[in-house]
T-cell receptor
Framework: DAGITQSPRHKVTETGTPVTLRCHQT?????MYWYRQDPGHGLRLIHY???????DKGEVSDGYSVSRSKTEDFLLTLESATSSQTSVYFC??????????FGPGTRLTVL | SQQGEEDPQALSIQEGENATMNCSYK?????LQWYRQNSGRGLVHLIL?????REKHSGRLRVTLDTSKKSSSLLITASRAADTASYFC??????????????FGQGTILTVHP
């Protein structure tokens, strides 16, 4: 999986609680991305990073924040989880030809 | 609307047959990529074709690109049960500094029966 890990792999939480998902890469790639995948919506970009401390919003960023203090780690935080954020979350890194390599995903359920 | 849209949404074939999936997109691109996703797993990059290429091969995969029609096709020859997966096309996001951002289509679900 191109040296990308995600943690946790599964999480069940309650509405209103904060949740942080972690993406860790060992490839030293500059660009990292967070997506969510939902039936009927495909894969949608939440946030991305183009370097340490450099991040920007994707198409579905409301309710999410990110941080990247080290090249290898990209954190996605749901400040106050809602049921609409129940989804599968994927982290990806970008290769030299802009091909992307994905982590194994985190299945998040918000009750 | 999606930059890349796959057709058909679902495809069911027998082992040994060929599978063809199509992707249409709306804006000019410099490359188009195909990915596979097995159930419960992350996406896996299959092949990238540049805008100045018309056809590209990788093992049993053949990808074509027609920039005049803004379409691409993915052909899997001599399919196997292990090819059962969802297949997505992806194109770079239009405009501005892309930072490698991609737009993914909804995908084609391919089922190969033994």
């Amino acid at each position: 999986d191109a040296g990308i890990t995600q943690s946790p792999r599964h999480k069940v939480t309650e509405t209103g609680t904060p949740v942080t998902l972690r993406c860790h890469q060992t490839e030293n790639h500059r660009y990292m991305y967070w997506y969510r995948q939902d039936p009927g919506h495909g894969l949608r970009l939440i946030h991305y990073s183009y370097g340490v401390k450099d991040t920007d919003k994707g198409e579905v960023s409301d309710g999410y924040s990110v941080s990247r203090s080290k090249t290898e780690d990209f954190l996605l935080t749901l400040e106050s989880a809602t049921s609409s954020q129940t989804s599968v979350y994927f982290c990806a890194i970008s290769g030299i030809y802009n091909e992307q390599f994905f982590g194994p995903g985190t299945r998040l359920t918000v009750l | 609307s999606q930059q890349g849209e796959e057709d058909p949404q679902a495809l069911s074939i027998q082992e040994g047959e060929n599978a063809t999936m199509n992707c249409s997109y709306k804006t000019s691109i410099n490359n188009l990529q195909w990915y596979r996703q097995n159930s419960g797993r992350g996406l896996v990059h299959l092949i990238l074709i540049r805008s100045n290429e018309r056809e590209k091969h990788s093992g049993r995969l053949r990808v074509t690109l027609d920039t005049s029609k803004k379409s691409s096709s993915l052909l899997i020859t001599a399919s196997r049960a292990a090819d059962t997966a969802s297949y997505f096309c992806a194109t770079p996001r239009a405009g501005g500094t892309s930072y490698g951002k991609l737009t993914f289509g909804q995908g084609t679900i391919l089922t190969v029966h033994p």
